[in-house]
């Protein structure tokens, strides 16, 4: 029985210290299983994190491309309007030049009353004196005749009277106000 009883007793050592290994190896693995657990948790959160920061970055450089792409077409149609201004102003200073140009010619068509103005000149030609041909009647009297051009070959051929500056000129406009102009008054 005492034989038993030491092999019972040593058997059941045998099972305590089995036992204490497995809960350590149990304890252990808890511990590895805790830490792995940790780790993972950590490493989804790491992840977590930077996905999240990754978007946030996304959105931000979105944002600022939306932004220059918005300061771009602000600045393309500050230049398109620009331009247009400055088209209108060229436009309306050619019109007011073209209108000014005309007034003038309707005034003066071929620009005497400027150059006897300019020249200073008090004696107007009488009429029907020929354009750059001084006047040779004294101021204040009125020729009794109209002067008459010299013939040339091409009037005697044709005509051997000569004709005077009105015979020959055709009412065109600028030679209508021409003739209008030399009339006496």
Not at 103 to 124: C, E, F, N, S
Request: aromatic share 0%; hydrophobic share 35%; proline share 6%.
């Amino acid at each position: 029985e005492a034989a038993t009883l030491k092999a019972n007793a040593a058997a059941a050592a045998q099972r305590v210290q089995t036992a204490e290994a497995v809960t350590e190896t149990t304890a252990a693995e808890l511990e590895v299983d805790a830490l792995g657990q940790a780790l993972l948790d950590d490493l989804l959160g790491t992840l977590s994190s930077t996905r999240e920061r990754s978007r946030e970055q996304s959105r931000s450089r979105m944002r600022e491309s939306l932004e220059a792409e918005s300061r771009l077409e602000a600045a393309v149609r500050e230049a398109r309007q620009e331009t247009t201004r400055e088209w209108q102003r060229k436009l309306q200073e050619a019109v007011a030049q073209a209108v000014l140009l005309t007034r003038r010619m309707d005034a003066d068509p071929l620009g005497t009353r400027g150059a006897q103005q300019r020249k200073g000149d008090a004696t107007a030609a009488p009429p029907n004196t020929p354009i750059g041909v001084p006047s040779l009647t004294p101021v204040g009297v009125t020729p009794s005749t109209p002067a008459r051009r010299l013939p040339n070959a091409r009037t005697c051929s044709r005509n051997s009277a000569p004709k005077t500056r009105s015979d020959l000129m055709t009412r065109t406009p600028l030679r209508e106000a021409v003739r209008v102009q030399s009339r006496p008054t």
